[in-house]
């Protein structure tokens, strides 16, 4: 573990430089066990490293990075909670995945090949971020991955199932992208008008099931 | 809400604690004139109020009000920095900025929004929060003014300096080294609440393996092309790019009234300067 300032009010934590089950696990630990606390605002965790942002008028960097270190060892020994599984039914390409061509082009596999290995697949959350409750997706098959479009759409609807290299994500809102488009699903993941939980966390665990164009 | 000119949104200090969910905080872009007008009226610091942009808003009062103006200086004709009374009937026009991009107006009891997921700032691209201030909307008046107006300001700091910024090192500050923050720069016309796009010479790109991590208010990310984005209050939570410095606590009020084409420099300073200077802009606002 590393820890060095990103601002006058945030200290990086870092737990390596790869993507790996490994460092998620603290990840989600530390964003857990530092939740909730007076004077920290907010905690962007991400593969293998959580931002801690404070309140520099009540807290210091290193009162913050001793309350790391103390949370993180008395929650290393806390029992991991159980992963969740979440359904994702997903309309696969037509409108839906306008890029599902394109990846089957790219993959050298037939369209119907890429639905069956992407819902085929066990995906975890590694976490959530980027703009507005976007999980980023560890598990896609090596063989669908396809590299992201030279130029972002301006517009990507919500819901839309991606590709984007060898990562696998969803798009909670509709906002510009780059990622590859194969699908798209009607489940919520964030509703900006009201406020309930966003559906997927960290840690989750993701399944894809493909329904037939008039349903989902 | 009779014209809302080019961009009014109603803002607190932020939504905190959902950036783990990618929601990151929004709230007054330029903070201490946003805190400051609210102490003017009586208000607690966070209490929502109208932030506008380049060119303000006309507004019509249904009912008596106490509003304060801070921040740049709209055109009103009105004192800012100071509580004033407006009458029912009396209608606030503000024109087009002589100074920076910002100016607030600030109610006594606050702007009456009901907040979503605790916070009544708007994030524009998500509608988290609402959205920008339409022709004709009414905008109630809250009761949230816990004590008597103040008396007008004194000693307003000089906060809009000729585009210099403060700034600590980065996370990435090593892949840099020191001469990274020598440029001058002006802000681009792409600039907008999530990052503020600077032009100018390009900072070298650093070759070095860099995983996607978690952003802060104020990031200097440089892009491959060298042309550094400072990243602001709707900004992503996450991001790629390495980050050579963070522009300090006490300057996001500067950001805040950069313009598009104001010039921009930088000027490195250590953490514990940053928070003295953090420390001198509280006592200013404390002693309103």
């Known amino acids: 573990m590393t820890i060095r300032p990103a601002s006058d009010r945030s200290l990086l934590i870092s737990f390596g430089d790869e993507i790996s089950l490994r460092a998620h696990r603290q990840v989600k630990l530390l964003t857990r066990a530092l939740e909730g606390i007076r004077g920290v605002l907010n905690l962007h965790p991400a593969y293998a490293s959580v931002l801690v942002e404070f309140d520099p008028r009540l807290r210091t960097h290193s009162a913050i990075e001793d309350l790391v270190r103390d949370r993180l060892e008395s929650a290393s020994h806390a029992a991991e909670m159980p992963a969740r599984t979440v359904e994702v039914p997903v309309r696969y390409g037509g409108e839906s995945g306008p890029d599902l061509e394109d990846v089957a082009r790219h993959t050298g596999l037939s369209p119907a090949r890429v639905v069956e290995l992407h819902a085929a697949a066990d995906y975890l959350v590694y976490f959530v971020g980027f703009s507005t409750c976007f999980p980023y997706l560890g598990g896609l098959p090596a063989e669908l991955s396809t590299p992201r479009l030279s130029a972002p759409r301006k517009h990507v609807p919500a819901g839309s199932v991606a590709i984007g290299g060898s990562q696998a994500g969803i798009y909670p809102l509709a906002s510009p992208g780059g990622w590859r488009l194969i699908g798209r699903t009607s489940l919520r993941l964030f509703d900006p008008q009201g406020s309930p939980p966003p559906l997927l966390h960290m840690g989750d665990r993701v399944r894809f099931i493909p329904v037939p164009e008039d349903r989902a | 809400m009779i014209s809302p000119g080019i961009q009014t949104t109603v803002q607190d200090l932020g939504r905190f604690g959902w950036a783990h969910f990618g929601v990151s905080a929004a709230g007054a872009a330029d903070p201490l004139a946003f805190r400051a007008g609210n102490l003017l009226v009586g208000n607690a610091e966070n209490a929502p109020a109208l932030e506008m942009t380049l060119v303000g808003a006309t507004l019509e009062f249904a009912a008596p009000a106490v509003i304060a103006l801070t921040g740049s200086d709209f055109g009103a004709g009105l004192p800012l920095w100071s509580p004033l009374e407006v009458k029912a009937g009396e209608t606030v026009k503000c024109g087009a900025t002589r100074s920076g991009a910002r100016c607030y107006l600030c109610v006594r009891g606050g702007i009456g929004v009901p907040p979503v997921m605790g916070s009544a700032s708007v994030h524009i691209m998500t509608g988290v929060g609402?959205?920008?201030?339409?022709?004709?909307?009414?905008?109630?008046?809250?009761?949230?003014?816990?004590?008597?107006?103040?008396?007008?300001?004194?000693?307003?700091?000089?906060?809009?300096?000729?585009?210099?910024?403060?700034?600590?090192?980065?996370?990435?500050?090593?892949?840099?080294?020191?001469?990274?923050?020598?440029?001058?720069?002006?802000?681009?016309?792409?600039?907008?609440?999530?990052g503020l796009r600077l032009r100018g010479p390009a900072i070298?790109?650093?070759?070095?393996?860099?995983?996607?991590?978690?952003?802060?208010?104020?990031?200097?990310?440089?892009?491959?092309?060298?042309?550094?984005?400072?990243?602001?209050?709707?900004?992503?939570?996450?991001?790629?790019?390495?980050?050579?410095?963070?522009?300090?606590?006490?300057?996001?009020?500067?950001?805040?009234?950069?313009?598009?084409?104001?010039?921009?420099?930088?000027?490195?300073?250590?953490?514990?300067?940053?928070?003295?200077?953090?420390?001198?802009?509280?006592?200013?606002?404390?002693?309103?």
């Not at chain 2, 107006?149 to 000729?162: D, K, L, S, T, W």
């Not at chain 2, 600590?168 to 016309?189: C, D, H, I, K, L």
């Not at chain 2, 950001?255 to 953090?278: H, N, T, Y």
């Open chain 2, 130 to 194: 609402g959205h920008p201030l339409r022709p004709g909307q009414v905008l109630p008046i809250g009761g949230a003014a816990i004590r008597r107006p103040r008396p007008p300001a004194r000693g307003i700091p000089e906060y809009v300096r000729e585009g210099l910024l403060r700034v600590t090192p980065g996370p990435q500050a090593e892949w840099f080294g020191g001469r990274w923050a020598a440029g001058s720069y002006v802000v681009s016309e792409e600039s907008n609440r999530m």
């Open chain 2, 204 to 288: 070298p790109s650093p070759a070095g393996h860099m995983l996607t991590e978690g952003v802060s208010l104020g990031a200097i990310q440089v892009p491959p092309d060298g042309q550094p984005i400072i990243l602001f209050v709707d900004h992503q939570t996450t991001g790629g790019y390495p980050k050579p410095g963070n522009v300090i606590s006490a300057d996001f009020c500067r950001l805040g009234q950069l313009r598009p084409r104001d010039p921009v420099r930088f000027e490195q300073v250590s953490i514990e300067q940053a928070l003295g200077l953090l420390r001198d802009q509280e006592q200013w606002l404390y002693s309103l």
